[in-house]
């Protein structure tokens, strides 16, 4: 069993089967109040599952991109629970659960449309975009699904001003997707993947796209006496 979290948008969590099968997929949409509901979250995914904590194998962890402060909340959470039960963190990139969802819902549509005499194309490019805030848009550009199952990335998360993206992504010949909330299941099930691969597909710590606001003091001015 795999535990997903992520808290880069709001808060979610799932978990889900190693074959894909989702057992429970809990959400909070506050985009400030990590904190506050992440526990409950934990504890409403573990029991709409009917799966104890000794059952979790594997915790994957939303490293963003996302804002400071909310995505620290969910990667803490994430270690937190894995160092208790003694299960290995499985980092996935935020972004990457919203395309998997996008894709695997593409690849059904598709399905569908060959049986009915259309045509659906799985491989065009895409961005997942989500607000990054000061008027900053975070964006990650992909194209289809790779042997294993997970999205590929024509692109690493990157931040743009909101005024530049459509310009942006118009000269990449990419689709706009954005996206509201981080879906856990789909974390969890890229992990799974990723797993069953031997790949790592997610960065060991926090994905920021800017600088900290928080910088380290300049020298003390010299007295002269």
């Keep these: 069993m795999i535990l997903g979290i992520d808290t880069s948008l709001g808060s979610a969590v799932a978990v ?10 809990v959400e909070s949409a506050d985009p400030r109040g990590h904190a506050e509901v992440i526990g409950t979250l934990i504890e409403r995914a573990l029991a709409e599952a009917s799966v104890s904590p000794s059952e979790i194998t594997q915790v994957a ?34 972004h990457d659960a919203v395309a998997l969802e996008l894709l695997l819902h593409t690849a059904l549509t598709a399905d569908w449309g060959y049986a009915a005499g259309y045509e659906n194309d799985t491989e065009e490019t895409f961005a997942v975009v989500t607000d990054a805030r000061r008027r900053e848009f975070a964006y990650t550009l992909y194209r289809g699904l790779d042997d294993d199952g997970l999205p590929v990335r024509a692109t690493e998360p990157a931040l743009t001003p ?3 993206l459509d310009a942006l992504l118009a000269h990449a010949g990419a689709d706009r997707r ?8 789909m974390l969890a099930l890229a992990a799974a ?12 710590d926090a994905l920021y796209l800017r600088s900290p606001d928080v910088t380290l003091p300049h020298a003390p001015k010299r007295v002269h006496l």
Excluded: C, H, K, Y
Aim: glycine letters at 14%; charged letters at 20%.
């Design 61 to 94: 962890a939303g490293m963003g991109p996302g804002p400071f402060t909310g995505l620290r909340v969910g990667i803490a959470a994430a270690r937190t629970f894995a160092l208790g039960r003694g299960a290995p963190v499985v980092p996935v990139v935020s």
């Design 193 to 204: 993947r990723a797993l069953a691969a031997g790949r790592r597909i997610g960065p060991a």
């Design 16 to 25: 889900v089967e190693p074959d894909g099968v989702i057992r429970s997929q």
């Design 162 to 164: 909101r005024d530049d």
């Design 178 to 185: 954005d996206a509201d909330r981080i879906p856990a299941a």
